[in-house]
């Protein structure tokens, strides 16, 4: 048995470490993927797609199984050809010549992602419905293909932007808050910037590219095929909204176990106290408690002589 004087601190530090836990799981959502763990796994899994690679072909690698949707490229080329006249074409960038990395290398990798209906997971932008699949363009070096952890070298256009055009984005014309293109920097920064030639971003730098608009994501259409598809934007804004709901329903449950942790410090203060108005009350001998609505309070039971009346005493 505990101490009866233990039982409510105990009970308290229970509450508390149950609203730990509670809080540590919200905080343990999907978002909290780091991009640069992937972006680490896919450069493998891109360099993986190499067998006697030839320089300026492209190699669409596979990823592992539990990144499904995700796809993903790679393609060597010497540094000099990069910088003389670009790639032309990859995927959906349009490379320029002028290019320059930093380190200098010989040859150098682009890796290419697109991350289909994981973007959102991995790139998250509350307060805005993406309107295309975060594209991504990284470079390393060429001279150890089975290396693994590899650093990015710092690619930059120096002559004219890199142009990164995506397919069947739907842009709404008209009224309403314009697409915006959006950049995401490899050490975690998020720039804007506008959409040029339609449906195309431009850029000097490499990471990771989208077009959003601003807004909340409308009520989630049926799933459709959303894994392929450039524009599979559906399955993955709903997750958004589930990862809404669940907050707001976490936060309520937290809210009431808050209130139900005060009602209870209370209900501890007033039970001490009671016993303690129960002890020096009539010098050890305890009062009964009633209880009244919901506190305990002590009582006298009737009085302790009775009353005898005189005419009593008579014979
Ligand atoms: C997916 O699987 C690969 C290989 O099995 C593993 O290295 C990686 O950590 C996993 N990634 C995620 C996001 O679960
Ligand atoms: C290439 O990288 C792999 C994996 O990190 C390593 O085991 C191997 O020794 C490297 N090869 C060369 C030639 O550096
Ligand atoms: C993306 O779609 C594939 C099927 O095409 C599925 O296996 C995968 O779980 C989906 N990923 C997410 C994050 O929903």
């Known amino acids: 048995m505990i101490p009866s004087d233990l039982q409510c601190p105990m009970l308290l530090l229970a509450c508390l470490f149950a609203v730990l836990q509670l809080s540590m799981l919200t905080a343990q959502s999907p978002n909290e993927l780091s991009a640069r763990l992937l972006d680490s796994l896919l450069q493998d899994y891109a360099f993986r797609a190499f067998f006697r690679p030839r320089t300026g072909v ?54 290419y992602h697109n991350l289909g209906n994981w973007s959102s997971l991995y790139y998250p932008l509350p307060g805005y419905v993406s309107l295309a699949p975060v594209l991504g363009l990284l470079a390393y070096d060429a001279s150890n293909l089975s290396a693994t952890d590899l650093p990015e070298l710092n690619l930059r256009a120096t002559e004219s932007p890199i142009l990164v055009k995506f397919p069947n984005v739907e842009l709404a014309a008209g009224s309403g808050p314009s697409p915006k293109c959006v950049y995401f920097g490899l050490q975690g920064s998020v720039e804007f910037d506008n959409v040029v030639d339609g449906s195309a971003c431009s850029t000097v730098r490499q990471g990771h590219f989208s077009i959003v608009v601003e807004g909340i994501a409308p009520s989630p259409a049926p799933d459709g095929e959303s894994g392929g598809g450039a524009a599979g934007g559906g399955g993955v804004w709903k997750r958004e909204v589930w990862i809404v709901v669940g907050s707001v329903v976490g936060g309520l449950v937290l809210v009431a176990v808050l209130v139900v942790m005060v009602v209870w410090v209370k209900k501890c203060r007033g039970r001490k106290k009671i016993g303690r108005m129960e002890e020096v009350a009539g010098g050890g001998v305890p009062l009964a408690t009633v209880i009244i609505a919901s506190g305990k309070l002590p009582v006298a039971m009737g009085t302790r002589t009775r009353p005898v009346l005189e005419s009593e005493y008579l014979p």
């Open 58 to 111: 492209s190699y669409d690698g596979i990823v592992p199984s539990n990144l499904t949707g995700i796809r993903i490229s790679a393609m060597r080329l010497r540094s000099g050809s990069l910088r003389k006249r670009g790639t032309g074409s990859y995927k959906e960038f349009q490379i320029p010549a002028g290019m320059v990395e930093q380190p200098y290398v010989n040859r150098l990798v682009l890796v």
